[in-house]
């Protein structure tokens, strides 16, 4: 996708990570993070949000390697990893991010590996965020 | 108060199972049809009984069906919401009608043709619509692409068995759960659909031929991804009053719920936000729970259970959250030979289930416990009385039913 399709809920992300900067929509009442953005809180159904810069790192809660492609252009890409990431600073569960895991050898992956941002220019539009390990 | 035993299914029906495509030129809705008056036949009633449709995933058009085979009138047309999840839910649907006098004769049903579509969800084109349709405000379209789907659009994950893979990937990391064990669900499947002539897979499946098969999205190979078929099941659900006037024997609806918790939501779809208690299952838990309660029954009390299996692990996910085994105990419960036909003490999917027989979307489950209860299995457990069926995991519904003699 080329296009974030943003409205004025999901600007703010889009807008931060133009900036290389990992912004989130905190509920005002509870504190409860969530991401996507959405309408209602889960937790309190407050409506509305302050965005709050999140440190970019987080730990894989899961993650596959995807070795088969399911369109042939995809062929070369192949092997690589997608996953499922708690966000440091957030609760974890409504604010994971699903993300493409870059810069990795596939088969040392493993779940609670420590990652951290790194953003894909894509065009002017639309800045994306990919995970990679830390380096210690 | 309860729909438990207030209603049977009477009647079976359906087309040849096709591999994907191979069922032209027929189609989703020649293929409805076909199955409908299959169903009607084998329980000794006519079209002129229909009246309701209690059907999930909008699996046909009541409408254009009623149309075509004349009901004379349609008194109930609902359908479970999502997916596949509904397929067993929808009996329970069905009996609810029945029970408050609202249809007499209703049809569930699932028709699916793999020609121009797959459901796999070839590349970007088919998780995009999943993830549209489920913030799509209208029915009628038009809503066009969520600004939440940019939010996954380039992560990689690109069709439901790469989802799948990252429940099972964590369920592997918790409890030490091992491919071993899904070699032995798709094995003990495999054996169980070479038996049926109605199988798509009858080659012998051995563990070198699971270790050796091609890696899709780790921890899942080929062996471990449901098929892709064409075809059409549907079953005929009546008040239990009738039952004396019909041709088969009935099988009872003992108990039937569909939902699950609300965060699990569209768990699989793009969205992966459910608590971390209920992450690595089947999402079946709250649905097992109310199913057992309303029969009055307890996972040891059940005979032979159909689970959806559109991927392996999920079975043995079920197997847990519907209390044969403890939480995380899935693996080794399979390794002891417990779901095997013939001597497992639980045995799974003796029709060979989506991985093996068929995949018509869950339909072929509820059709092989509605056999066992007849005792007119292929696979036929002895003495069976209590056959479990569910749908899903998947979107919410997910879904269970107990059906008895």
């Not at chain 2, 990391?173 to 499947?189: G, N, S």
């Not at chain 2, 471990?224 to 039952?243: K, L, P, Q």
Request: hydrophobic content about 40%; aromatic content about 8%.
């Amino acid at each position: 996708m080329t296009s974030t399709y943003a409205d004025p809920r999901t600007q703010p992300f889009w807008d931060a990570a133009k900036e290389e900067r990992l912004a989130a929509p905190r509920c005002t009442n509870c504190g409860t993070f969530r991401l996507p953005p959405s309408p209602y809180c889960f937790v309190c159904q407050h409506r509305e949000v302050e965005w709050i810069e999140l440190p970019g790192t987080g730990k894989i809660v899961s993650y596959t390697v995807i070795r088969h492609p399911l369109h042939p252009e995809l062929a070369a890409a192949c092997p690589y990893v997608s996953g499922v990431v708690d966000l440091d600073g957030t609760q974890g569960a409504g604010a994971r991010m699903l993300v493409n895991i870059i810069d990795c050898d596939p088969d040392k992956v493993r779940i609670g590996d420590a990652v951290e941002i790194v953003w894909e220019h894509v065009n002017d539009d639309m800045t994306t965020p990919r995970f990679r390990p830390v380096r210690s | 108060m309860s729909i438990k035993d207030k209603a049977a299914v009477v009647g079976v029906g359906s087309t040849p199972y096709y591999k994907r495509g191979q069922s032209y030129p027929e189609s989703e809705f020649s293929m409805a049809c076909t199955a409908i008056l299959a169903a009607l036949d084998d329980a000794g009633l006519t079209i002129k009984d229909l009246d309701g449709f209690s059907i999930y995933s909008n699996s046909c058009d009541p409408a254009s069906v009623a149309a075509e085979l004349g009901v004379p009138e349609v008194r109930w047309a609902t359908t479970l919401t999502s997916g596949g999840g509904g397929c067993a839910g929808a009996l329970g649907v069905a009996a609810a009608a029945i029970d408050a006098g609202m249809a007499s004769t209703i049809v569930t049903l699932m028709t699916l043709q793999q020609l121009n579509k797959r459901l796999g969800g070839s590349a970007v084109g088919g998780m995009l619509a999943y993830a549209t349709a489920s913030e799509g405000s209208s029915p009628y379209g038009g809503s066009g692409i969520p600004p939440s789907a940019a939010f996954t659009a380039n992560n990689g994950l690109l069709s439901p068995g790469h989802s799948f893979s990252l429940l099972a990937m964590r369920h592997m990391h918790l409890y030490d759960t091992k491919r071993e064990y899904f070699a032995e669900i798709c094995i003990t499947q495999r054996e169980n659909a070479i038996k049926r002539p109605t199988s798509l897979r009858k080659d012998p499946l051995t563990l070198d031929d699971y270790f050796n098969a091609r890696m899709i999205s780790d921890p899942l190979c080929l062996f471990d991804y449901t098929m892709e078929s064409d075809g059409a099941v549907a079953v005929i659900t009546v008040s239990a009053d009738r039952v004396k006037d019909l041709r088969q024997p009935p099988a009872y609806i003992m108990a039937s719920a569909h939902g699950g918790s609300g965060r699990w939501g569209p768990a699989l779809f793009r969205y992966f936000q459910i608590p971390e208690e209920e992450f690595p299952s089947s999402g079946h838990r709250p649905v097992a729970k109310r199913l057992f309660e309303m029969a009055g029954v307890r996972p040891a009390d059940v005979d032979v259970a159909l689970l959806y299996d559109h991927f392996s692990p999920m079975v043995l996910m079920q197997l847990e959250d519907y209390g044969f085994c403890p939480i995380g105990e899935g693996g080794r419960f399979i390794e002891d030979g417990n779901i095997r036909f013939g001597t497992g003490t639980i045995p799974v999917n003796t029709h060979g289930g989506n991985l093996s027989e068929a995949y018509i979307i869950g339909m072929t489950h509820v059709r092989e416990a509605v056999e066992q209860i007849r005792g007119t299995a292929v696979n036929q457990v002895e003495g069976a009385e209590i056959a479990l069926v569910t749908g899903g995991p998947a979107s919410l519904p997910v879904s269970g039913t107990l059906l008895r003699k």
